[in-house]
């Protein structure tokens, strides 16, 4: 007989953790920081500092790069924010 403790039942598909949706440089996180915003989408960004201290060290998905982090449970709208806006910069 196998005892499953407390513990081990929270450990399911309900946990909520955050969860990487975008990198790239300071201009574009911002955008998109703020499209999220408005998707009514809580996120953070991640080493910001770095995308305003040295710039032209900034690459997309680089070193450097700047990070926005949502919850696992807004990962699939805010991955849709994102593929618009992608799209949106790839078309213009």
């Not at 005892?3 to 300071?26: A, L, R, S």
């Not at 699939?76 to 593929?83: C, F, H, N, P």
Request: hydrophobic content about 40%.
């Amino acid at each position: 007989m196998t005892i499953i403790h407390k513990t081990q039942i929270m450990k399911t598909d309900n946990e909520i953790y955050p969860v990487e949706v975008f990198e790239g440089n300071n201009w574009e996180a911002s955008m998109i920081k703020s499209l999220l915003d408005n998707a009514e989408i809580e996120s953070f960004t991640k080493d910001e500092k770095m995308g305003v201290l040295a710039p032209w060290n900034v690459s997309p998905g680089g070193a450097g790069s700047v990070k926005i982090i949502v919850s696992n449970v807004d990962f699939e709208r805010a991955k849709q924010v994102v593929d618009e806006f992608e799209k949106a910069e790839r078309e213009s």
